[in-house]
């Protein structure tokens, strides 16, 4: 098992870019969470899908973020317009089930916005 | 509200010498308590967790409900504990997460 996976680990978009950071859990796992730590901040939870739902966003910015996890492939973080203050380590984790709350995080993507 | 709190970012202790990095959090109901651990260049992995009331590199936290506490303690420090600890809360669905701002942990040797 390699473990939860994360795609690209360091991203450079220009302002108003779009930025796609992927995140492929470990195999078998259906619960995908995402993180942003901002510089001299901890981990900020952003957003719980499983698969083909978001199960909970209520930390996800209201505009330009959006995430999913299609029935196939990685669950995807998408943020639109990026501006700087999206600046950020953004990690993934996974879950087997609801009962075990225990997460396996990924490596993380570095933002870069300049 | 803040849900987690670890009120030390840089703790130093020496080699052998023991190390406690606090944790304190609020949540009604009953909170899931963890302990994470990233070590240098590594990703972020669970220490510990309160239910399993298991004791990791010789590591251990109890879950005090008064004090709303779960601070992580270990009787010796060792040079490979350097690390940055992170304490995390889970609520009683596991829906979120919340997690504290870190302590950096240096033992010198």
């Known amino acids: 098992n390699a473990g939860v996976m994360q795609n690209p680990r360091h991203l450079v978009r220009r302002r108003g870019q779009e930025a796609r950071l992927r995140c492929s859990p470990m195999?078998?796992?259906?619960?995908v969470y995402w993180y942003r730590q901002l510089p001299e901040e901890g981990l900020k939870f952003m957003v719980y899908l499983q698969k083909e739902n978001i199960i909970d966003e209520s930390g996800m910015p209201k505009e330009r973020f959006s995430a999913e996890f299609p029935k196939e492939g990685p669950s995807i973080l998408r943020i639109q317009q990026v501006v700087r203050g999206d600046s950020a380590a953004y990690f993934c984790a996974s879950s087997p089930d609801i009962t075990r709350h225990e997460q396996y995080f990924g490596p993380g993507t570095r933002l870069t916005v300049t | 509200a803040q849900r987690v709190t670890q009120p030390e970012k840089l703790l130093s202790v020496f080699k052998g010498a023991p190390v406690e990095l606090k944790c304190n959090y609020s949540?009604?109901?009953?909170?899931?308590l963890f302990w994470y651990v990233q070590y240098s260049r590594q990703r972020l992995q669970l220490l510990l967790r309160?239910?399993s009331r298991e004791s990791i590199k010789g590591f251990t936290a109890d879950l005090n409900k008064g004090e709303t506490s779960f601070h992580l303690k270990k009787p010796f420090a060792q040079e490979e504990d350097s690390a940055m600890y992170y304490c995390a809360l889970s609520g009683h669905n596991g829906n979120q997460f919340y997690f504290g701002t870190g302590t950096s942990l240096t033992v010198i040797p």
């Open positions: 949540y009604s109901g009953s909170p899931e």
């Open positions: 309160h239910i």
């Open positions: 195999k078998g796992h259906s619960h």
